[in-house]
């Protein structure tokens, strides 16, 4: 029977919806959490039963009275009953209370906290260069912050304490009185049941009468103990609820007067310390306040009496000859005038749009030395107008006045004759230059120029010249000792020239460098001949050719006077050397086309396929203007017409790289050579490998030979070097990533032709290549491979050299060392 009583759940007779899902929650209490909505209002019949007249708190009930279960102890029980409806009531309305300050609380410190975020953000964009305001902001933004603190601290510790516990309260007090009235009317029916059938029995039927009896004694005693039950939980509740309002409440006045004495502390203190560097900050900015206002009542007085009739001050930008609004026609049918500030800035002509939504400027003219200006046309009927003629079109610009036109074409006619003088004076230096000559290529101490890996360290010598830590004489001062070499190539300049390009065998100054650079590597590869380390093929590049062999190639048609454009010298700006650099190397505007001897004006023999060049010196899709175009058409119009003249200069180079005339390859790389081009059966690239000649190899590889391409028996460079016992070409092709495992026409890789020459250098390379892919250790394995080739750069130097005396370690023999574990 107790434990078909313990299933049922009951609730009190006159208890609200509000109150009955209340009394089901009998887990114990959770902390508030600020996202959730406040508890529900009890309904229109609680609000009915608790807006009644004030209700005392009940007498004490007689355990007697209880267990008797009397009329008086039911009355008793109705109105502690109504007690503590008006109790929960009055309990729920705080607690809402206590949600909504926790809300308000929780958005009065995240505006707070938004507010610091704001005022920081306003002191970095605002005053970025205000140091005093700077260090105002910071310290407004601490003690936002602390407030921010102490709110959220006051938040977690007074609201949530005094909300849980009054809470707690409500779930488990007020519910378990609930659920006990429940219980207690429930088994009052079954008392009730039970006694009926008692009265009903019969004195015949005694074994029924005796059930029934035995029944209404169970079900008696189990009414009594529930009723008791009853009473305790309404005592406990009465003394439990004294100590938990009461705590509650003091607690959040506590936590409270906390929170207060922390602000009040921390503000006195932040007070003493930055008080008063605030106050000094505010009546700094008063007085910059009042001067600025004071200097701001004479600006009226800088208005000139006649607006735009007058040329404008200085510009405040010293690389600006003049400056200021003009009207530009435009170029569409319409002929549209729109007004724009224009510009006179590192030698261009600039324009910017008026509105100053994009200050990058526009450039109209970027080269105003093959400009002229003279006034517009009498065509042009409006005041102040003057035209900009270039070699390509015409621009028309108009002046406010009279007088702005005139400053503005006196400006404009400087520019262009100091940048005509500049471009003269260039001019002279080169036609005074010595004329190249056809020296032999300095050979001497290559061993000291190998692939090292490392850079040169120069130490000065009184009475002598540059010498390396070991004595030796080091590869800056060989390179430049080569003819041509002391000055650039570009402009004649003798200061700063430590630059070079690798794939052109040049040295350059800084700025000339710098133009290079901007070409593209397919064009120029620079290298610095003091901070980068120079390979001794590369090092033999550039001692074999020079500026004077270079420049007698690329100036061979050089005319002797009305050059277009003008040469460039030390002096000239960027804009000069650019031009005269990609007129030079891009278009080759200089050298000269000659018709090859009658005797060389064949085609390539039958069957030989010619491949496409994608990887020549320099990209020729250089933009020229329509003029150069036309002129370079006249002029080679005859050379054009012959099919076999690149055919011609195909076979030159073919010719020039198996005797190692570098000079000769560039010149015939520069005057339309294919350096891909199968001529015979075969590349240039694969008969310099085959001659040995590894700084024609180095070169050819710099110029876009590629390292995969075919001969007429399938063999790949790599297959040649590996048949010729090559080690310093198959290290430089596998430099370049050359793929190993292509087979030629007989089905042979080339490590396979290595094994059966028994050339043990390159087969030592191409496994150390084969376990650096393999392998995630390729540190070490990077080193050694560095190590062997430079000595085979070594071996290759002392044997051109003819050098005596006992030869550099094999590279078989290097690799053991280099592998053999230490003791």
Sequence with gaps: MKQKLGKIQVRFSRRTPSTESRSSATAPAEAIQFSDPPPAVPSSASMATTSAAYIPQPTDIDVHEAINDSPRFRGQARGHEAYFNRLESRLTEILKHFATMADLGRTYATTVYKLSISVNQLGQESFPDNALAQSTFGTLAEAYTKIVELMRGFQEESTINAYNKLQM?????????????????????????ALTKNAASSRTKKSETLETRNALVNVGALHAHTALDFLEKINLAHAQKDLVVVDALWSFVKDTSAF????????????????????????????????????????????????????????????????????????????????????????????????????????????????????????????????????????????????????????????????????????????????????????????????????????????????????????????????????CADCGGREDVKWVSINLGVVLCIECCGVHRSLGVQVSKIRSLTMDSLDGEVTNILMSLGNDRVNAILLSGLPKKDIVPPPANERSPREVRETWIKAKYVERRFVAHGTPHKALRRKASAGVNRSASSANVASLDMTTSSTYNENLGETHSDEGGDEGHADVHDELLLAAARTGDLPEVLKNLLTGADVNALVDGTTA?????????????????????????????????????????????????????????????????????????????IITLLRLHEMRDETDATEGVDEIISDLTRRAAEKAATMRNGAAGRSPPSISELALEKMRPEE
């Excluded at 219980?183 to 009052?188: R, Y």
């Excluded at 930055?274 to 009546?283: P, R």
């Design 685 to 761: 690239l694969h008969a310099a490998i085959l001659a040995n000649h590894t700084a024609v190899v180095e070169f050819l590889l710099l110029n876009g030979a590629k390292t995969s391409l075919a001969d007429a028996n399938g063999d790949t460079p790599l297959h040649v070097a590996s048949r010729n016992d090559g080690p310093l070409a198959a290290a430089m092709l596998l430099k370049r990533g050359v793929d190993r495992d292509l087979v030629n026409l007989k089905g042979e890789t080339p490590i396979q032709i290595a094994v059966d020459k028994e050339s043990v250098e």
């Design 169 to 193: 309260f409500c779930r488990k007090e007020l519910a378990d009185v609930a659920a006990l009235r429940t219980q207690f009317d429930n088994t009052a029916a079954l008392t009730d049941d």
């Design 260 to 487: 207060f004495s922390k602000g009040h502390a921390f503000f006195d203190e932040w007070t003493a310390m930055d008080n008063g560097g605030i106050a000094d900050a505010v009546d700094a900015l008063t007085k910059k306040r009042d001067y600025t206002a004071r200097q701001m009542q004479d600006i009226h007085s800088l208005v000139p009496s006649e607006m735009y009739q007058h040329p404008p001050g200085i510009s405040l930008d010293p690389d600006v000859v003049m400056e200021g609004y003009l009207y530009k026609r435009s170029s569409n049918a319409f002929k549209t005038w729109n007004r724009r500030w224009f510009q006179i800035k590192d030698n261009k002509l600039l324009y910017i749009h008026r509105s100053g939504d994009d200050f990058h400027p526009t450039v109209m003219e970027k080269n105003l030395v093959l400009c002229i200006v003279r006034p517009a046309p009498t065509t042009i009927d409006r005041i102040g107008c003057f035209e900009l003629v270039t070699p390509e079109r015409s621009h028309i610009l108009q002046a406010d006045s009279e007088a702005v036109c005139n400053a503005w074409m006196r400006a404009l006619q400087r520019t262009i004759l100091n940048l005509h003088e500049a471009s003269q004076a260039g001019y002279d230096a080169i036609r005074n230059e010595p004329s190249s000559s056809a020296h032999q290529a300095a050979s001497e101490s290559h061993s000291g120029t190998a692939m090292s890996g490392r850079p040169t360290t120069i130490t000065e010598i009184p009475g002598g010249s540059p010498r390396n830590a070991n004595g030796t004489e080091p590869v800056y001062t060989k390179i430049r000792r080569t003819p041509g070499n002391d000055r």
